[in-house]
């Protein structure tokens, strides 16, 4: 892997804390196949953590994996959940002549579970023009709770041009609980 040139080198990644008291380690493999272990912290929290490692002293670092250690005073026990690794490294990945998606695609929200913000990436893949004097919409993202009553439109859109996108669903004045969204396009 080769940084980009002229800046950081960077590995980020969302953590849902367990409050174990134990080491998460993200561990890297070098060069040359020896382990690079980074220490992330003691895992003393709960609920959504964005936590990040600078790679730039390891130009040539691979991602190997995610590694608890346990401490004398940590819990035995827990649940760690993980979600959407981010990083700005550059690798010899081949870039496709046409960039555009193919198909239709919902993704998982995160931070998930959140609190009180979540991000929800989607991707349009071709372009479906409603013409002007016909009711409706091209491109609709609702959410609904548990029971299936509406709560909040968060993309409704005439025309949408074929591309990925996200929206950021902010649930700062509804109750805690299940929420499901639904993408739909015509």
């Known amino acids: 892997m080769n940084n980009v040139s002229g800046s950081q080198a960077n590995f980020g990644i969302w953590i849902f804390g367990d409050l174990s008291f134990n080491n998460l380690q993200v ?4 060069s040359d196949s020896s382990i690079i272990q980074s220490n992330l912290e003691n895992i003393d929290w709960t609920g959504w953590k964005f936590k990040e490692i600078d790679l730039s002293t390891w130009p040539e670092a691979k991602f190997n994996s ?3 250690v346990q401490n004398k005073l940590g819990a ?3 649940q760690l959940y993980f979600d959407n690794v981010l990083t700005n490294i550059v690798t010899d990945a081949k870039i496709s002549e046409n960039n555009l998606p193919t198909d239709f695609r919902l993704e998982q929200n995160y931070p998930n579970p959140f609190n009180p913000t979540t991000t929800i990436k989607y991707t349009i893949p071709t372009n479906s023009f409603i013409p002007s004097g016909v009711e409706g919409y091209d491109v609709r993202m609702t959410i609904y709770d548990v029971l299936g009553r509406e709560i909040k439109t968060l993309v409704n859109e005439v025309k949408k041009n074929p591309g990925n996108y996200e929206v950021t669903f902010d649930a700062t004045n509804l109750p805690s609980g299940v929420y499901y969204y639904r993408l739909k396009s015509k």
């Open 66 to 68: 995610l590694v608890v």
């Open 27 to 30: 561990w890297f493999t070098n």
């Open 76 to 78: 035995k026990s827990g």
